[in-house]
T-cell receptor
Framework: KNEVEQSPQNLTAQEGEFITINCSYSVGISALHWLQQHPGGGIVSLFMLSSGKKKHGRLIATINIQEKHSSLHITASHPRDSAVYICAVRFMETSGSRLTFGEGTQLTVNP | NAGVTQTPKFQVLKTGQSMTLQCAQDMNHEYMSWYRQDPGMGLRLIHYSVGAGITDQGEVPNGYNVSRSTTEDFPLRLLSAAPSQTSVYFC?????????????FGNGTRLTVT
């Protein structure tokens, strides 16, 4: 079964801390997405990657294809980073554009 | 540029009632999709479309119908609502179904079926 697992499920940090959220998947993929869901419910695409590393501001996403693992890092975390972070993958054997989503990681950054 | 617009934001239905969730995008995206989000589960694909006139089933299509008569619009129909369809629904679009296209999401519709 094609699965996506995120860890941790919940994460509480103090402002300024370095944060890492992990995503593991079961079989080969063609793409991986990191999404952010705001407390109000809206979902925003943060990164889409198939190899290597991408950086946008304080956010860094990495992927290790051999280990079937991706990480989302937040440097100098801020209370406004509090949100649910979701990993989604397109498995190679999946037809069309189907994505399989992780359950999400609830991040709370305290001032 | 409005992006992806979903209406309504909230809806309460009684079992057996029908309704349509609207989704429109103004980015000329070919790919559009509907997801439902339930507690303790990841987003699950209901139906998707790779272009006007083309639709296909996702992971959880039962109880839902879709059509894609224009590039801009992708409505989701519940013909006879059931309590199991209580969920938050998201519409998403992307330029193409290819690997290099990020998803753009609507703000969601919270549906309660009593």
């Amino acid at each position: 079964k094609n699965e996506v697992e995120q860890s941790p499920q919940n994460l509480t940090a103090q402002e300024g801390e370095f944060i890492t959220i992990n995503c593991s998947y079961s079989v080969g993929i063609s793409a991986l997405h990191w999404l952010q869901q705001h407390p109000g419910g809206g979902i925003v695409s943060l990164f889409m990657l198939s190899s290597g590393k991408k950086k946008h501001g304080r956010l860094i996403a990495t992927i290790n294809i051999q280990e079937k693992h991706s990480s989302l890092h937040i440097t100098a975390s801020h209370p406004r980073d509090s949100a649910v972070y979701i990993c989604a993958v397109r498995f190679m054997e999946t037809s069309g554009s189907r994505l399989t989503f992780g359950e999400g990681t609830q991040l709370t950054v305290n001032p | 540029n409005a992006g992806v617009t979903q209406t309504p934001k909230f809806q309460v239905l009684k079992t057996g009632q029908s309704m349509t969730l609207q989704c429109a995008q103004d980015m000329n995206h070919e790919y559009m999709s509907w997801y439902r989000q339930d507690p303790g589960m990841g987003l699950r694909l209901i139906h998707y479309s790779v272009g006007a006139g083309i639709t296909d089933q996702g992971e959880v299509p039962n109880g839902y119908n879709v059509s894609r008569s224009t590039t801009e619009d992708f409505p989701l129909r519940l013909l006879s609502a059931a309590p199991s369809q209580t969920s938050v629904y998201f519409c998403a679009s992307s330029y193409s179904s290819g690997i290099g296209s990020p998803l753009h999401f609507g703000n969601g519709t919270r549906l309660t079926v009593t």
